[in-house]
Every structure is written in structure tokens, then in C-alpha cells.
């Protein structure tokens, strides 16, 4: 049984910075990748950012430059840090881990950014 969980969500100001953070039950070395995905309201579910277990990473779109993905296997641990937040930032916020084929997701953290 694989379990996700996610901390370090709020309120933050356009502007700010928050620094989420996925902690697995066990080792994460398992996973092939690792990432983050987001549903902003009434939006469908969308890639944020995902890191392979060799570290090669990749972004959506809309967040490149600002947001960085990076773990620490041994706290078996996934972050995304996300500078320059928006307003269009707003979402719940999921873990993901794939060890194929299957993936397994987190229980979400709201961010909302708004002044």
C-alpha cells in the first residue's frame, strides 16, 4: 500500500512563494517518476511538474521558470518549489508516484494565491 502525502499549501500573496512538500511511505526509489499535478476550480486535472528517478524533470507551460521539482530519497521525499506565484496559480494541488504500471496519488493541498 503506497501512501502520499502532501503539506505546505495556504493562502500567499501574487507574488510569494510556497514550497509543497510529498512524503511517501517508503522508499521512493521504487517510483519511476514522481511529480506533481493540479485542478484549478471547475478545470480539468493538468501537469505541473514530474521528476524521473534519475532526476530528469519537466514542467507544464504555464509554470516553467517559476516552479522547480527536486527530491530527497532519503527522506523519501518529493517538493516543488513554486516562486512568482499567480493568481491563476489556484489549485488542489496532488502527489503522483509511478511504479508501472500503476500510479498512485495524494490526498491534495490547496494553494490559493490572492491578495
Known sequence: QVQLTESGGGLVQPGGSLRLSCAASGS?????????????????RELVARIT????????????????VSR???KNTVYLQMNSLKP???????????S????????G???????
Open 28 to 44: 521512493i526509489f521504487r517510483f519511476s517518476a514522481m511529480g506533481w499535478y493540479r485542478q484549478p476550480p471547475g478545470k480539468q
Open 53 to 68: 528517478s534519475g532526476g530528469s524533470t519537466n514542467y507544464g507551460d504555464s509554470v516553467k521558470g517559476r516552479f522547480t
Open 72 to 74: 530527497d530519497n532519503a
Open 88 to 98: 491563476e496559480d489556484t489549485a488542489a494541488y496532488y502527489c503522483t508516484a509511478t
Open 100 to 107: 508501472w504500471p500503476d500510479t498512485y496519488w495524494g490526498q
Open 109 to 115: 493541498t490547496q494553494v490559493t494565491v490572492s491578495s
